[in-house]
């Protein structure tokens, strides 16, 4: 089973950029789906971003599509998610996630949906 271990996050202030990334090791990374979710402080988790187990398909919230990016790189069993223009209501644990590619596209933002989480990685933006 694939391993997850979140990295890049940190304090920045508004309009800033940060980028995050996941490596994973053990499982099959290359034929994972991937994604993002967020929590903050007394919210429940929330789907940012997820990406097909190619790389070539990727979904975002509504909340975040435009600024973030997410991308794959299955040579280095690596998701990222390049953040930008960020705002205060962006604080929160970001947590990469892994799952089967069964259904993808129909369920990609249900959290129940994966099934391997990283511990996740503290993003703050400060106004």
């Known amino acids: 089973q694939v391993q997850l271990v979140e990295s890049g996050g940190g304090l920045v202030q508004a309009g800033g950029s940060l980028r995050l990334s996941c490596a994973a090791s053990g499982g099959t990374f290359s034929s994972n789906a991937m994604g993002w979710f967020r929590q903050a402080p007394g919210k429940e988790r929330e789907f940012v971003a997820a990406?097909?187990?190619?790389?070539?398909?990727?979904y975002y919230a509504v909340s975040v599509k435009g600024r973030f990016t997410m991308s794959k790189d299955n040579a280095k069993n690596t998701v990222y998610l390049q953040m930008n223009s960020l705002k205060p209501e962006d604080t929160a644990v970001y947590y990469c996630a892994a799952r089967t590619h069964l259904d993808f596209r129909e369920n990609y933002y249900y959290k129940s949906s994966y099934y391997q989480w990283g511990q996740g990685t503290q993003v703050t933006v400060s106004s």
């Open positions: 990406i097909d187990w190619s790389g070539t398909s990727q």
